[in-house]
């Protein structure tokens, strides 16, 4: 009988820890980490953040999945924690002077056809934790719509010139795109 218990309980643990496992696996999977990188004149602009999937939901109408946030107009530009952004030089984001360095980015959401990009001094918060007055500033993004659904959320940064790229960000129906200039 004691026997009999033990194996059951090994039993039980082992299918616990596996559940756990599997768990923890699919939903890491659901918003993976990514980055997009780029150096202009040996600088380096990044940009990390998690992906996640459409699947089927409504992202940005107003009562889409983002307007259910507690930061909602503000979008944590990703999931899970904020999107991390990381410059080696000083930039010209649109008309907005950012100091080489450390920030995260959110996105104001508010209009789903007229997004700003927002730049914020705070670093290592969780994504739904937003502080206004630590804004460095905000810069209006050209929207356009994709051929077709963007599925998984990215972000690319691109060279355009010797000292100039765009930050493009899509997902669902939309993508929003700033300009930069590296000093």
């Given at each position: 009988m004691k026997?009999?218990?033990l194996h059951f309980c090994k039993s039980m643990a082992l299918l616990s820890a596996f559940t756990?496992?599997?768990t923890v696996s699919v939903s890491a999977q659901q918003s993976p980490g990514a980055k997009d990188s780029v150096a202009i004149n040996g600088k380096n602009i990044v940009v990390k953040y998690s992906s996640p999937s459409v699947r089927g939901r409504d992202i940005f109408?107003?009562?889409g999945l983002l307007s259910k946030d507690g930061t909602y107009p503000i979008w944590r530009a990703g999931a899970n924690a904020a999107?991390?952004?990381h410059t080696?030089?000083?930039l010209m984001i649109g008309?907005?002077?950012v100091p080489k360095g450390d920030?995260?980015?959110y996105v104001n959401v508010q209009n789903p056809d007229n997004w700003e990009l927002v730049i914020n001094k705070q670093t290592g918060q969780g994504g739904t934790t937003y502080k206004p007055e630590m804004d460095?500033?905000?810069?209006k993004m050209n929207m356009s719509k994709p051929s077709a659904i963007v599925e998984s959320l990215y972000y690319k940064i691109t060279p355009t010139g010797a000292n100039n790229g765009t930050i493009r960000l899509a997902w669902e129906n939309r993508i929003g795109e700033v300009n930069f200039m590296v000093h």
């Amino acid at each position: 009988m004691k026997s009999s218990i033990l194996h059951f309980c090994k039993s039980m643990a082992l299918l616990s820890a596996f559940t756990m496992l599997f768990t923890v696996s699919v939903s890491a999977q659901q918003s993976p980490g990514a980055k997009d990188s780029v150096a202009i004149n040996g600088k380096n602009i990044v940009v990390k953040y998690s992906s996640p999937s459409v699947r089927g939901r409504d992202i940005f109408s107003a009562t889409g999945l983002l307007s259910k946030d507690g930061t909602y107009p503000i979008w944590r530009a990703g999931a899970n924690a904020a999107t991390l952004f990381h410059t080696d030089a000083d930039l010209m984001i649109g008309a907005l002077h950012v100091p080489k360095g450390d920030y995260s980015l959110y996105v104001n959401v508010q209009n789903p056809d007229n997004w700003e990009l927002v730049i914020n001094k705070q670093t290592g918060q969780g994504g739904t934790t937003y502080k206004p007055e630590m804004d460095l500033g905000r810069v209006k993004m050209n929207m356009s719509k994709p051929s077709a659904i963007v599925e998984s959320l990215y972000y690319k940064i691109t060279p355009t010139g010797a000292n100039n790229g765009t930050i493009r960000l899509a997902w669902e129906n939309r993508i929003g795109e700033v300009n930069f200039m590296v000093h």
